[in-house]
């Protein structure tokens, strides 16, 4: 066979074995599950509406609760706006909610309807400016802001009416021109934050190379271990079997991170979060390219450092290396999401720019040239790794007797 049909071969071989395999299914479904919960679940979760029970006692508490029941009956219909006067009081962006109210008589024990249950909080007072909430453990955040936001809209309806104030006059008020805000360094904003991309973006990384390469290595020593090795050596060349094997797995690392995205945005584009769908499209392109050269910088030291094993038992101190230059840059990622000399630095060092660099782009603050240099430089840090690792590959592949280090599969090369 030529040179690629038996790159062809091998390559197949090792997506047929990977397929079958429960580990790699298993995971997979779970991280299709993962992405799915995490696009549906807070859509359903923000559009449930909810419902608070509350009793008042005092009329201008009535009045209040009864104002705050309107105000989150209006959030619920997304052309409502805040009124002027509440948004110069800060209430802006009220909550939806349903409120209903009961009303107490002035002898009764206010306290007495939250500690039984009955009641979600009671509000208690003629006074607008002396009003209680009383609550259990805690008042609900969304039904403290509208009754924050019933009571300031009262106190201010009360002091124009006392000051003699037209209606006129209390527009000019409450609705001032807001100054212009204008952003020297604009970040871009969206339905997800940025952060949350690439810190998802991150653990893909992490999750995905961590595991195909721990795969490449373990299915070396395993082909040392039972022999297998010496007889497809003995067919085809050794660079040509780690091709294969790099190739490999390569495609399958690359089209589940395709899947996992694609599940993403199909979740995204079903939940009509089109801002959402959008917004992964646009971190998705730099980061599958990244992805893509990151993992075959790192997948023939993956191989290498089967390679130098014996038996798989000796995986754990012959992959120490590789794990820690996955993890380090995980945490880089994690870590130095500020932008800054520190993060730029990173983001062009070769084992944390697949992560870094479209971290930056998703963040905002990388020029149009900075992710076409990064790639360029993890490119050619790919190049001289393969040639690296397909030199040890070819010194230690053969040595089956005990384990070995780098230098002695350097040597070993040169033989």
């Not at 206010?110 to 208690?124: H, I, Q, S």
């Not at 490999?248 to 939940?271: D, P, S, Y």
């Not at 930056?360 to 990064?374: D, H, I, T």
């Amino acid at each position: 066979m030529n040179g690629w049909t038996t790159v062809r071969v091998v390559a197949g071989r090792e997506m047929y074995v990977k397929l079958r395999d429960k580990a790699f299914i298993g995971t997979t479904l779970f991280m299709l599950v993962l992405i799915s919960v995490a696009a549906v679940i807070p859509v359903l979760i923000s559009q449930q509406t909810p419902s608070y029970r509350v009793a008042v006692q005092g009329d201008v508490a009535e009045q209040v609760v009864a104002l705050a029941a309107e105000m989150g009956l209006d959030a619920q219909d997304p052309a409502q706006q805040t009124p002027p006067m509440l948004t110069l009081m800060g209430a802006g962006g009220l909550p939806a909610a349903d409120i209903t109210s009961v009303v107490l008589e002035a002898d009764a024990d206010p306290a007495r309807f939250v500690r039984d249950g009955d009641v979600t909080a009671t509000v208690v007072g003629d006074d607008v400016q002396a009003l209680e909430v009383l609550g259990a453990q805690s008042v609900p955040e969304d039904l403290e802001v509208l009754l924050r936001a019933a009571a300031s809209q009262l106190q201010i309806a009360r002091a124009a009416q006392d000051g003699g104030l037209s209606a006129d006059q209390v527009q000019a008020l409450t609705s001032p021109v807001p100054p212009q805000v204008v952003l020297l360094e604009a970040r871009p904003t969206g339905s997800v934050p940025p952060q949350f991309l690439v810190l998802a973006f991150a653990f893909l990384f992490y999750l995905s190379v961590l595991t195909f390469g721990m795969s490449i290595a373990q299915s070396v020593v395993e082909e040392k271990q039972s022999r297998v090795v010496e007889l497809l050596v003995a067919a085809v060349p050794v660079r040509w079997l780690l091709a294969g094997k790099v190739i490999g797995n390569t495609i399958m690392a690359v089209g589940q991170i395709v899947l996992i995205l694609g599940v993403g945005l199909i979740g995204a584009w079903l939940v009509g979060q089109g801002a959402v769908l959008r917004q992964i499209v646009d971190a998705s392109g730099w980061f599958v390219l990244f992805f893509l050269l990151g993992f075959v910088m790192l997948a023939c030291l993956w191989a290498v450092a089967g390679s130098l094993a014996s038996r798989v038992e000796d995986l754990n101190s012959t992959t120490i290396f590789m794990q820690v230059l996955v993890i380090i840059p995980f945490f880089a990622a994690v870590f130095a999401t500020d932008p800054g000399p520190t993060q730029r630095l990173l983001s062009y060092i070769p084992f944390t720019s697949p992560l870094l660099m479209p971290a930056r782009v998703v963040l905002g603050n990388a020029e149009p040239w900075e992710p076409v240099v990064a790639a360029a430089i993890v490119l050619a840090t790919s190049v001289l790794f393969v040639a690296l690792g397909a030199r040890l590959y070819r010194g230690s592949v053969l040595h089956t007797s005990q384990r070995l280090k780098a230098s002695q599969a350097w040597r070993g090369s040169g033989d």
